[in-house]
């Protein structure tokens, strides 16, 4: 069955940066677009940025370009969501995410926290 599994998450400090990972199973990965998606406290999930099968091509939320990244290895079925700069305003909980036949899977979440 598809499972993905974010890691990387945490607290951090304004001006900050992490790097989070989606290690994801059961599905022919290398086949797949793959997003990133946040959800702030009493706030809809949004979209934050999308990478295609093979990596050639990017789409990032206006509030996170140029700070953050989206990257993938299809040789470690994992993807990745660089973050650079990070503001009080990113601390959310970010999920890994793909649509397979026009169904949503996701991870777990984890936590990402900027404060000083």
């Known amino acids: 069955q598809v499972q993905l599994v974010e890691s990387g998450g945490g607290l951090v400090q304004p001006g900050g940066s992490l790097r989070l990972s989606c290690a994801a199973s059961?599905?022919?990965?290398?086949?797949?677009?793959m997003s990133w998606y946040r959800q702030a406290p009493g706030k809809e999930r949004e979209l934050v940025a999308t990478i295609t099968s093979a990596g050639g091509s990017t789409n990032y939320a206006d509030s996170v370009k140029g700070r953050f990244t989206i990257s993938r290895d299809n040789a470690k079925n994992t993807v990745y969501l660089q973050m650079n700069s990070l503001k009080p305003e990113d601390t959310a909980v970010y999920y890994c995410?793909?649509?397979?036949?026009?169904?949503?899977?996701w991870g777990q979440g984890i936590q990402v926290t900027v404060s000083s």
């Open positions: 995410n793909v649509v397979i036949w026009y169904y949503d899977y």
């Open positions: 059961g599905f022919i990965f290398s086949s797949y677009a």
